[in-house]
């Protein structure tokens, strides 16, 4: 999403500072200024600091740190986004329990208690998580076999977010906004596989699933309670469209991509050879 962002605010003239923990492996615009810290050691940050009017803050890193990374941002900049998360939306798809929405509820906690001027940014479900979910299996022309075909989510394109977290960053009547971003339309994750396939050119069969045999098919290679948080959304969510906003085309001025755009311009990463 970083890189995203960055884009933006290249393409608008501004001047740009990145923090990575690899600045070596950085594939940044030449005009970028990257520096190497990391968010789990605080004092590595200070020298990025410097001088430095709005940071846009992507949490990577253990809660641990919080207080003193906000610390060191409220002490240098003017202005703080931040990327969280909607779990303030009243849908039920964001009101099951979440471990990371507790630590961006954490965060926005310190946000405020420093007093610094903010914006909350809250994309909901990412259009690239199809690429975790699905890439390979389609890959393989094997069967996409998930749970809860017919949840629906308004997944946004990455692309959108890092449009609209550039803008926020230095337009001032965004100061203080707390914005949900999604895409265009609800989709149900059927449709969504159906979709890929439209744009590779190709059906992909697809097989609903239980949760238990979920959890059993994920077991050595996802985190349990990320399986866990998924299938309770998911579940959540059945019978109920997705949440929609019209927010990225509110501060973008431009609508945001849907999913079938999204897909069309990734084809190859799930058209396999």
Do not use: C
């Not at 005009?31 to 803050?57: K, T, W």
């Amino acid at each position: 999403m970083g890189s995203e962002t960055i884009a933006h605010l290249v393409a608008a003239g501004l001047d740009v500072r990145a923090l990575t923990r690899r600045p070596e492996a950085a594939a940044l615009p030449p005009s970028v200024e990257v520096f190497g810290g990391d968010l789990d050691v605080p004092e590595s940050i200070d020298a990025a600091l410097q001088g430095v009017s709005s940071v846009f803050l992507v949490w990577t890193a253990a809660p641990t740190t919080i207080p003193a990374v906000i610390e060191r941002i409220a002490s240098h900049a003017s202005r703080i986004v931040f990327l969280s998360a909607p779990h303030q939306t009243p849908h039920p798809f964001f009101q099951q329990p979440n471990p990371m929405a507790e630590m961006h509820k954490e965060i926005e906690r310190h946000i405020a208690a420093a007093n610094i001027p903010s914006t909350i940014l809250r994309p909901g479900m990412f259009a690239s998580g199809a690429l975790l979910w699905w890439a390979d299996t389609i890959r393989r022309r094997d069967v996409v076999r998930w749970p809860y075909a017919a949840a629906e989510t308004a997944p946004v394109d990455e692309r959108d977010v890092g449009a609209a977290a550039a803008r926020v960053l230095y337009d001032d009547r965004h100061v203080g906004g707390d914005y949900v971003l999604t895409g265009p339309e609800s989709l149900s994750q059927e449709r969504q596989v159906q979709i890929i396939g439209e744009a590779i050119g190709r059906a992909i069969p697809f097989e609903e699933i239980s949760p238990e045999a979920f959890r059993r098919e994920t077991a050595e290679t996802w985190p349990r309670s990320i399986v866990d948080m998924l299938l309770s959304a998911w579940g959540a969510t059945i019978g109920h469209p997705a949440f929609v906003t019209s927010t990225v085309a509110e501060i973008t001025d431009m609508p945001p991509r849907p999913f079938r755009r999204w897909a069309v311009d990734h084809d190859e990463l799930f058209a396999g050879g």
